[in-house]
Nanobody
Framework: QVQLVESGGGSVQAGGSLRLSCEVS????????LAWFRQAPGQEREGVAV????????LYADSVKGRCTISQDNAKNTLYLQMDRLKPEDTAMYYC??????????????????WGQGTQVTVSS
């Protein structure tokens, strides 16, 4: 059974940093990409960043570009999101997700077959 378990969320002041982790377990025959999404209350879930398994290339949402870094440690089967210079508008539940194929694009929720339960990030001004 495939499981994704996030950790590392918390409450920080604006300008602070957090590092989110997502541990992936279980057998997955095909792993195309791993991504972070976030969802604020009353808003759609949006893609934050993605890393592609084949070449480790990355893409970011414009709202976090230059402030966030996605990475993965294959030995630990763990995905990370380093978030710096956090802003109040970064407040949301953050989810990691795994895609088995290209699907409809990296920021399309329907591309991802597996999701974690989320970790809350709260940034105060």
């Amino acid at each position: 059974q495939v499981q994704l378990v996030e950790s590392g969320g918390g409450s920080v002041q604006a300008g602070g940093s957090l590092r989110l982790s997502c541990e992936v377990s279980g057998y997955i025959a095909s792993r195309y990409s791993l991504a972070w999404f976030r969802q604020a209350p009353g808003q759609e879930r949006e893609g934050v960043a993605v890393i592609f398994t084949r070449d480790r290339s990355t893409l970011y949402a414009d709202s976090v570009k230059g402030r966030c870094t996605i990475s993965q440690d294959n030995a630990k089967n763990t995905l990370y999101l380093q978030m710096d210079r956090l802003k109040p508008e970064d407040t949301a539940m953050y989810y990691c997700a795994l895609a088995r194929s290209r699907g409809g694009g990296w920021s399309d929720r329907k591309t991802y077959a597996y999701w974690g339960q989320g970790t809350q990030v709260t940034v105060s001004s």
